[in-house]
């Protein structure tokens, strides 16, 4: 009986794991990582997936990163977010902890209660998307805010 807890358990934990977030391109639109897709010369939708080892804020971070590089590759040297978007994109979340149930009924034969009580090994399989609409350029970075040096962002540790 202790054997067959232990291997349920280290199931429960195994099933709840997953790969933590590499930077690099999405192999498919529900895959992690990055993707862009040109939309005019100087502008480009971008938009990074994360698994759930990330929340928002960094996930929008490493769309951020690859407007950077795509700007640097293109030979731009700043890009303007023109819209950013971040949301859940896949996933749900359950914290761990204990569970009562109660329910009743009644019929016919009579009426029972019952209660059962358990221990959830919630889990968070959440994953955020970011999506990047920029728009490249050169020269004088402009002083507005959602405009960024691309250099700069690639200087910043991950």
């Known amino acids: 009986m202790k054997r067959l807890i232990a291997a349920i358990t280290l199931l429960g934990l195994a099933a709840c794991a997953s790969a933590p977030t590499r930077y690099g391109p999405a192999a ?3 895959e992690m990582g990055y993707r862009e897709q040109r939309l005019e010369q100087e502008r480009y939708r971008v938009s990074f997936r994360g698994n759930p ?4 804020p960094q996930v929008e971070d490493m769309a951020l990163r690859h407007a950077a590089e795509l700007t640097i590759q293109n030979g731009y040297q700043w890009f303007n977010v023109v819209s ?6 896949d996933g749900s979340y359950s914290p ?6 109660i329910g009743g009924s009644s019929g016919s034969f009579g009426s029972g209660i019952g209660v059962g009580v358990g ?6 399989s959440r994953q955020y998307e970011a999506t990047l ?3 490249m350029g050169r020269g004088a970075k402009p002083a507005d805010p959602s405009t960024y040096d ?3 962002v690639l200087n910043r540790p991950m």
Do not use: H, M, V, W
């Open 96 to 101: 761990t902890g204990p569970t009562i149930g």
């Open 150 to 152: 691309a250099q700069q």
């Open 119 to 124: 221990f959830n090994f919630g889990g968070n």
């Open 133 to 135: 609409e920029i728009l």
């Open 53 to 56: 080892d990330l929340k928002g």
């Open 28 to 30: 498919n639109a529900s």
């Open 84 to 89: 950013r978007y971040t949301d859940l994109a």
